[in-house]
C-alpha cells in the first residue's frame, strides 16, 4: 500500500531506475489527488527476482549495498503463468531488454542488474560495458550526468543505426544469443525459449537470428505476449483482500 515510506523508496529509487521512477512517482501523484479516497497500491517490478541465490545476486565487489535486483519482473512474471516449461529462458525484448532464466516459475538470474543498464543492449541504454570505460571518460572529463543521459537515452540501439538496420539486427541477436546461452548454463538445458516486449513479440527477423544462432540448445521457441497488467491486478487484488 502507497504511503509516504513507499514513495521515499520510489524517490530513492530513481537514482537506480531514472527512467520508470520519475514518472512512476508523477503518476502517483496525479492519482493520489485525483482519488484521494480510493487505497493506491505500488507493485514492484523486481519481486520476482527477490529469490537469486548469492552466485546470482552478488557482485565481486567490496560495496554489499551493490547487488543485482532485476527488473521486468512483472513481464516475466505473466510470461510464466503462460507457459509450462521447467526450465524456461524469457527474452523481454522492447525499449528495455532483459533476458531471465527461469526453473519452475522461479527466477535464477537475469541480465538487468542493480539498476536496468546492465544486459544485452537496449533501444536506448547501451546494456553492459566495461567500467573501465566510464573511468575513463570521467578522467576525459565527462560530468556523471552526461553519462547519466548518455547511457539511457543515447546509446544502445540507437548508438548503432537503429534496429532496421541489417547489420544492427545483426548485433543485438548477437548480443541476445549469448545471453541465453549464459541462461541455458544457469538452468542446465532450456527447454522453452520465449520471446515477449515490443521487439521480441514484433520483429521475427530478430527471433529468427537469435534462434539460429541457439539452435544447439534444442529449445523450443514461443512468442508470448507480456501481460504485467493482469499480474499487477492480482498482486493488488491480493492485497487488498489481506
Known amino acids: 500500500m502507497i504511503d509516504d515510506s513507499v514513495i521515499r523508496h520510489v524517490e530513492q529509487g530513481a537514482g ?5 521512477n520519475r514518472p512512476a512517482l508523477a503518476a502517483i501523484r496525479e492519482a493520489q489527488a485525483a482519488l484521494p479516497a480510493v487505497p493506491h497500491v505500488a507493485v514492484s517490478d523486481s519481486w520476482f527476482h527477490a529469490g537469486l541465490a548469492d552466485e546470482a545476486r552478488r557482485y565481486a565487489v567490496p560495496w554489499p549495498e551493490i547487488v543485482r535486483r532485476g527488473f521486468h519482473g512483472l513481464a516475466v512474471e505473466s510470461v510464466v503463468e503462460q507457459i509450462s516449461a521447467p526450465r524456461l529462458v524469457v527474452c523481454h525484448l522492447g525499449g528495455g531488454c532483459s533476458v531471465t532464466a527461469v526453473r519452475d516459475g522461479r527466477s535464477l538470474d537475469t541480465t538487468m542488474g542493480l ?3 546492465e544486459g544485452v543492449p537496449m533501444v536506448t541504454r547501451s546494456g553492459s ?4 570505460a566510464l573511468l575513463y571518460l570521467l578522467r576525459s572529463g565527462r560530468t556523471v550526468d552526461e553519462l547519466d543521459h ?3 537515452e543515447e546509446s544502445g540501439l540507437t548508438a548503432l543505426g537503429g534496429l532496421d538496420e541489417p547489420s544492427v539486427v545483426a548485433y543485438f541477436a548477437y548480443h541476445v544469443a549469448k545471453a541465453v546461452a549464459a541462461m541455458a548454463a544457469v538452468l542446465g538445458g532450456v527447454d522453452v525459449i520465449a520471446f515477449s516486449g515490443g521487439i521480441g513479440e514484433n520483429r521475427a527477423d530478430v527471433r529468427e537470428a537469435v534462434a539460429e544462432r541457439v539452435g544447439f540448445l534444442g529449445a523450443h521457441v514461443h512468442v508470448v505476449p507480456a501481460r504485467e497488467e ?10 487488498l483482500r489481506a
Open 129 to 132: 560495458l566495461d567500467p573501465g
Open 115 to 117: 539498476t536496468p543498464l
Open 16 to 20: 537506480i531506475a531514472p527512467l520508470h
Open 230 to 239: 493482469l499480474v499487477i491486478a492480482r498482486h493488488v487484488r491480493r492485497l
Open 150 to 152: 548518455a547511457l539511457n
